[in-house]
């Protein structure tokens, strides 16, 4: 079982522009989480998809948006990049049937330049 | 609001020294407790969580809802013990996300 499994690993972007990443979930895990970590800081979260739909959100703006797929995987868009936006972007999978526990991938670092 | 503060950014100690981080939170409910730890080049994995109340690599954790803490604990640090670890709390129904306080680097010195 290969975990969580996130692409692209490291990212560089300009500012103003769109980004797409991607996560597969662990296998048997239904839902999917994206968090925000910034240098210095903990992971904040920013939205969690479950049956394809965004079930709960954090504290982000709509230029952050998602998608999930059928077979669980999921993936994150951001629009009109920001130097501060510029952070490791992190996905937990879960599972609703089982008890609860995230499983975290590597993640994705993201340069704005 | 919900809220994890860890007070120290770093913690240094000598290898066979005990070793407590520290964990404050705020919370309306009553939330669910966890200890995430990030090794080096690794990715953040779950160390313990306090409703298993499991002792994972000598660590312990004890909840303490008077003073609304959740302290992590081992009695003898171990060079391989250095890593960043994150107190996290959601709540018990497994529905919410989980917030984290920012992190204490635990350097352990030879």
């Known amino acids: 079982d290969a975990g969580v499994t996130q692409s692209p690993t490291h990212l560089i972007k300009t500012r103003g522009q769109q980004v797409t990443l991607r996560c597969s979930p662990k296998?048997?895990?239904?839902?999917v989480s994206w968090y925000q970590q910034a240098l210095g800081q903990g992971p904040q979260f920013i939205f969690q998809?479950?049956?394809?739909?965004?079930?709960q959100r954090g504290n982000f703006p709509d230029r952050f948006s998602g998608h999930q797929f059928p077979n669980y995987s999921s993936e994150l868009n951001v629009n009109a990049l920001l130097l501060g936006d510029s952070a490791l972007y992190l996905c937990?999978?879960?599972?609703?049937?089982?008890?609860?526990?995230?499983?975290f991938g590597s993640g994705t670092r993201l340069t704005v330049v | 609001a919900q809220r994890v503060t860890q007070p120290e950014k770093l913690l240094s100690v000598f290898k066979g020294a005990p070793v407590e981080l520290k964990c404050n939170y705020s919370?309306?409910?009553?939330?669910?407790l966890f200890w995430y730890v990030q090794y080096s080049r690794q990715r953040l994995q779950l160390l313990l969580r306090?409703?298993s109340r499991e002792s994972i690599k000598g660590f312990t954790a004890d909840l303490n809802k008077g003073e609304t803490s959740f302290h992590l604990k081992k009695p003898f640090a171990q060079e391989e013990d250095s890593a960043m670890y994150y107190c996290?709390?959601?709540?018990?129904?497994?529905?919410?996300?989980?917030?984290f306080g920012k992190g204490t680097r635990l350097s352990v010195i030879a």
């Open positions: 937990a999978s879960s599972s609703q049937a089982v008890d609860y526990g995230y499983t």
């Open positions: 296998s048997g895990h239904d839902t």
């Open positions: 998809y479950y049956e394809e739909e965004e079930r």
């Open positions: 919370y309306s409910g009553s939330p669910e």
């Open positions: 306090h409703i």
């Open positions: 996290a709390l959601s709540d018990h129904s497994g529905n919410t996300p989980l917030v």
